[in-house]
């Protein structure tokens, strides 16, 4: 199979005449088609605005996509994160395939693209390579933090399992139909008895400046607290320029962000936040981050937190009937509460880990 991998370079708007746009164009049509396939039609769409928007590097990352092209057509993809701030040994790739090739031909092109994502990590120094592909409730292999699982021999996988990567991580996919919660303010008024002691802090936007500082920590404490098994993260450290960076990247191209955060009426200290990503168009909204950190766990402000933001998003933006998260498989405890919000799962993502010799 001839196959010429080279960078995607960046257009100045979607509708850029000539080479660079079309390549563009041809990349979002790749990255719509896939996300339809991997996590079902109409839920992960973006805007040629919000597309061309999360290609961007900033002050927290840099990011390089390179393209596998099979003649005039794209058929596979390479996206390769590299953290500037902290984790500066690590890469974090995602492969895509195009499900036109056969299976021994997108096997093929996973070698080659794998391979280059393993080169420039080498020419950057970087000695980490946390890779992301499909993965599984069960299946063959089991990741080391006990929870999900990944076929080995899957075309995404076997270029990992060949280089020694270890499977580290699953990531449930998990999906909420309103309309499928009627009793929404019920369980609200519910969750809120159950944590008396706090009060509803809520913004759309910005955070605003009285909590900027409070939010910083609370970014910190998501790269603690969370569980990240035994993948290659750092620590994070937050000011607020890089809250800002974060918030400026986040609402590119259109997309707002929707916050609501735990204070503790008697100390005045956040306990937790949840945020929604609100996109520019479509049905969906896309679950971020949601934390309550360890000093507030057992009130209940996990379930607190996802019930007030459902409610608000309703009234905010109606059209958005879905949400889909992102957990940890072995985050129980917030699974948990996803389940008991009606979050039912779709998809999983494996994440691989690859460490260089010293």
């Given at each position: 199979?001839?196959?010429?991998?080279?960078?995607?370079?960046?257009?100045?708007?979607?509708?850029?005449?000539?080479?660079?746009?079309?390549?563009?164009?041809?990349?979002?049509?790749?990255?719509?088609?896939?996300?339809?396939?991997?996590?079902?039609?109409?839920?992960?769409?973006?805007?040629?605005?919000?597309?061309?928007?999360?290609?961007?590097?900033?002050?927290?990352?840099?990011?390089?996509?390179?393209?596998?092209?099979?003649?005039?057509?794209?058929?596979g993809v390479m996206t390769l994160y590299?953290?500037?701030?902290?984790?500066?040994?690590?890469?974090?790739?995602?492969?895509?395939?195009?499900?036109?090739?056969?299976?021994?031909?997108?096997?093929?092109?996973?070698?080659?693209?794998?391979?280059?994502?393993?080169?420039?990590?080498?020419?950057?120094?970087?000695?980490?390579?946390?890779?992301?592909?499909?993965?599984?409730?069960?299946?063959?292999?089991?990741?080391?933090?006990?929870?999900?699982?990944?076929?080995?021999?899957?075309?995404?996988?076997?270029?990992?399992?060949?280089?020694?990567?270890?499977?580290?991580?699953?990531?449930?996919?998990?999906?909420?139909?309103?309309?499928?919660?009627?009793?929404?303010?019920?369980?609200?008024?519910?969750?809120?008895?159950?944590?008396?002691?706090?009060?509803?802090?809520?913004?759309?936007?910005?955070?605003?400046?009285?909590?900027?500082?409070?939010?910083?920590?609370?970014?910190?404490?998501?790269?603690?607290?969370?569980?990240?098994?035994?993948?290659?993260?750092?620590?994070?450290?937050?000011?607020?320029?890089?809250?800002?960076?974060?918030?400026?990247?986040?609402?590119?191209?259109?997309?707002?962000?929707?916050?609501?955060?735990?204070?503790?009426?008697?100390?005045?200290?956040?306990?937790?936040?949840?945020?929604?990503?609100?996109?520019?168009?479509?049905?969906?909204?896309?679950?971020?981050?949601?934390?309550?950190?360890?000093?507030?766990?057992?009130?209940?402000?996990g379930m607190r937190l996802k019930l007030?933001?459902?409610?608000?998003?309703?009234?905010?933006?109606?059209?958005?009937?879905?949400?889909?998260?992102?957990?940890?498989?072995?985050?129980?405890?917030?699974?948990?509460?996803?389940?008991?919000?009606?979050?039912?799962?779709?998809?999983?993502?494996?994440?691989?880990?690859?460490?260089?010799?010293?």
């Amino acid at each position: 199979m001839q196959i010429d991998i080279r960078p995607m370079p960046l257009p100045e708007r979607p509708d850029e005449l000539g080479p660079v746009g079309d390549e563009f164009r041809a990349a979002f049509a790749f990255n719509e088609r896939g996300n339809a396939e991997r996590y079902g039609e109409g839920l992960y769409v973006n805007t040629p605005v919000e597309f061309l928007a999360s290609l961007q590097s900033n002050a927290d990352y840099r990011l390089d996509r390179l393209h596998a092209w099979q003649g005039d057509r794209i058929v596979g993809v390479m996206t390769l994160y590299s953290n500037l701030l902290d984790s500066t040994d690590v890469v974090e790739a995602q492969p895509e395939l195009s499900s036109d090739l056969s299976l021994a031909a997108q096997r093929e092109l996973a070698e080659l693209l794998v391979a280059r994502a393993h080169d420039e990590a080498a020419r950057a120094g970087r000695s980490t390579v946390i890779m992301s592909t499909v993965g599984a409730a069960t299946g063959p292999v089991t990741a080391r933090s006990g929870f999900g699982a990944a076929d080995p021999a899957h075309p995404e996988a076997a270029p990992l399992v060949a280089r020694g990567y270890e499977l580290e991580q699953v990531y449930r996919v998990s999906v909420a139909a309103l309309a499928d919660l009627p009793d929404l303010d019920d369980r609200l008024t519910a969750a809120e008895t159950r944590s008396p002691g706090y009060e509803m802090v809520r913004w759309v936007g910005d955070t605003p400046s009285e909590l900027r500082a409070a939010m910083c920590t609370m970014y910190e404490r998501m790269s603690t607290d969370a569980p990240v098994a035994g993948l290659a993260w750092e620590p994070e450290a937050w000011d607020e320029a890089r809250l800002a960076e974060f918030e400026r990247t986040v609402q590119e191209g259109g997309r707002t962000l929707l916050t609501v955060a735990a204070r503790e009426i008697a100390t005045g200290e956040l306990g937790g936040f949840s945020t929604l990503i609100l996109p520019l168009t479509g049905s969906t909204a896309r679950q971020h981050d949601t934390l309550v950190t360890k000093p507030h766990r057992g009130h209940g402000l996990g379930m607190r937190l996802k019930l007030d933001n459902l409610v608000r998003l309703r009234a905010v933006r109606p059209e958005l009937v879905r949400i889909v998260t992102w957990n940890a498989e072995e985050n129980r405890p917030m699974l948990s509460v996803n389940e008991a919000s009606g979050f039912l799962p779709v998809a999983y993502e494996a994440q691989w880990q690859w460490k260089e010799s010293r």
